[in-house]
T-cell receptor, first 109, second 115 residues
C-alpha cells in the first residue's frame, strides 16, 4: 500500500461548481498536511496547510482533515476556469514531504 | 521576500552528454534545499536534499549527483545523461527551522529532454 494515494483524474467540472479533491494515507504518524496547486509547466505553489482534524477555510478553499479515516480533502467553492490546474496533497514524514501524484482539474467556462 | 530561481528553463541534451542545472534562493539564509524530478504519471520524486553547505543526502540511487557550493546555491549534475533522465526538475527550499510543517517552496522548474 502506498503511503499517499490520490486519484489522478482528470476531473472536469463546469464553472461555479463545488470541487472536492481527496487523498488517503496509510501512516497514522502523519500530522501536518498541505495542498499545492501546479499550473501546467510551472512549479507547485503552496495553497493551504493544516494540522488538526477539522476544517480550515481560506476564501473559496477549504481544507479538511479526518485523521481517524486517514483522509484529507480540499474543497473549492464557486470554481473558476483559473482554478484549472493539478492539485497535489502533501504530508510531512520526518524531515521531508510525501506528495500525492496530483489530481488534474479542469473548470470549463 | 524570498524568491527561488532555476535555470535553464528548458534543455534538450543528447544521450551521454553532461548536465548541470542550477538553483539559487534569495531572501533567506541557511535554507534546506531539495531537488525533485516530476515525470508524467509518477508524481514528485525527491532526488536530493541539503541542510547546509556541502551536506547532501541522496534519496534514490541514480545517474545524478548534487552539490551545494554556497549557502543558497544548489546544483544538479550528471556526467552522462540517460534517456530515463528526461523529466521536469524542480528545486525547492524550506526554512531551516521554525515551522513544523516543513512547507517547501518550489522554483519554476527545468524541463529536460534527453534524445
Amino acid at each position: 500500500q502506498k503511503e499517499v494515494e490520490q486519484d489522478p483524474g482528470p476531473l472536469s467540472v463546469p464553472e461555479g461548481a463545488i470541487v472536492s479533491l481527496n487523498c488517503t494515507y496509510s501512516n497514522s504518524a502523519f500530522q501536518y498536511f498541505m495542498w499545492y496547486r501546479q499550473y501546467s509547466r510551472k512549479g507547485p505553489e503552496l495553497l493551504m496547510y493544516t494540522y488538526s482534524s477539522g476544517n480550515k477555510e481560506d476564501g473559496r478553499f477549504t481544507a479538511q482533515v479526518d485523521k481517524s479515516s486517514k483522509y484529507i480533502s480540499l474543497f473549492i467553492r464557486d470554481s473558476q476556469p483559473s482554478d484549472s490546474a493539478t492539485y497535489l496533497c502533501a504530508m510531512r514524514r520526518q524531515g521531508n514531504l510525501i506528495f500525492g501524484k496530483g489530481t488534474k482539474l479542469s473548470v470549463k467556462p | 521576500s524570498q524568491t527561488i530561481h532555476q535555470w535553464p528553463a528548458t534543455l534538450v541534451q543528447p544521450v551521454g552528454s553532461p548536465l548541470s542545472l542550477e538553483c539559487t534562493v534569495e531572501g533567506t539564509s541557511n535554507p534546506n534545499l531539495y531537488w525533485y524530478r516530476q515525470a508524467a504519471g509518477r508524481g514528485l520524486q525527491l532526488l536530493f536534499y541539503s541542510v547546509g553547505i556541502g551536506q547532501i543526502s541522496s534519496e534514490v540511487p541514480q545517474n545524478l549527483s548534487a552539490s551545494r557550493p554556497q549557502d543558497r546555491q544548489f546544483i544538479l549534475s550528471s556526467k552522462k545523461l540517460l534517456l530515463s533522465d528526461s523529466g521536469f526538475y524542480l528545486c525547492a527550499w524550506s526554512p531551516h527551522s521554525g515551522s513544523p510543517y516543513n512547507e517547501q517552496f518550489f522554483g519554476p522548474g527545468t524541463r529536460l529532454t534527453v534524445l
